[in-house]
């Protein structure tokens, strides 16, 4: 599976580029409102804390590469378990949607197909599904994201400061982070209420009758939102997995 570039900044990020073409997200102002919560979050103590990291990483910066150690196993093994785990998610998220390739242990809810809709109770099941599938992704990523640090940090002293500067950046940042994204399914209701009223606005100008069998057909309403959050969720679990891939990319760049 191809990887994606290193995390840099979430605002530049698939999962908000997503968000904004949906129209769930001011793509004009949530760069800078990102990085004014990003400041906000990191407590005093935590940025000295961190501050020290990075100097520590600064002073103790490789004139050579001498200290490099050779690629063991355990960098190997690390490096093999972020595919797996990367398949894993992304397989899990499609299958979720998709039957027909494989079983799934998060399925999607069975859609409520009548008229009248009740749109908040109809959206309820949608987002404990989307949660459902960030408790995976929260499960699986996380360790990884440990181990693969742990892995990473035997190889030289020089990434040993970067698994530290890791390490602390994920203390810092994983509360806040975790509430960040459990806004996700929050904004996608939005998108449900928007593609809903959509459909009845074309039928009331059409003058057609509305048919609930259609919804989840290919072009109807329910089917569109099934794609929209499906890209949602496989945008959501690449932005997850950046930090660790960024370790792995580091070692292989000192290594190159």
């Known amino acids: 599976m191809t990887r994606a570039s290193p995390r840099t900044h979430f605002h ?17 102002d949530s760069g ?34 001498h200290g490099m150690q050779h690629k063991g196993p355990a960098v190997v ?38 008229l009248p809709l009740d749109v908040a109770a109809a959206y309820a099941p949608y987002r404990r599904f989307y949660e459902a599938h960030q408790r995976d992704m929260e499960l699986s990523i996380q360790p990884l994201r440990v ?39 929050v904004l996608l209701r939005k998108r449900f209420d928007y593609l809903f009223k959509e459909h009845q606005q074309r039928l009331a100008d059409t003058g057609q009758a509305d048919n ?10 329910l089917a569109r939102f099934f794609h929209d959050m499906q890209m949602l969720l496989l945008a959501e679990a690449e932005l997850r997995l950046q930090p660790a891939m960024g370790l792995i990319e580091a070692f292989k760049q000192e290594t190159q």
């Open 12 to 28: 530049s990020s698939k999962l908000l580029r997503c968000l904004a073409d949906l129209s769930l997200v001011d793509a004009a």
């Open 32 to 65: 800078g409102a990102f990085a004014e919560q990003l400041g906000l979050w990191i407590h005093f103590a935590d940025a000295i804390a961190l501050s020290a990291v990075h100097s520590d990483c600064i002073a103790s910066a490789p004139k050579t590469r």
């Open 77 to 114: 093994h690390a490096d093999a378990e972020f595919d797996r785990i990367q398949a894993l998610l992304m397989n899990s998220i499609r299958k979720s949607f998709s039957p027909g390739l494989g079983k799934a242990h998060i399925t999607l809810p069975t859609p409520i197909l009548e």
């Open 147 to 185: 181990n693969i640090r742990a892995a990473v940090a035997k190889t030289s002293p020089e990434l040993g400061k970067l698994a530290d500067l890791d390490a602390a950046l994920e203390k810092i940042l994983r509360d806040r982070e975790r509430q960040l994204l459990s806004k996700v399914p």
């Open 212 to 221: 609930p069998a259609g919804w989840t057909q290919a072009g109807g309403w």
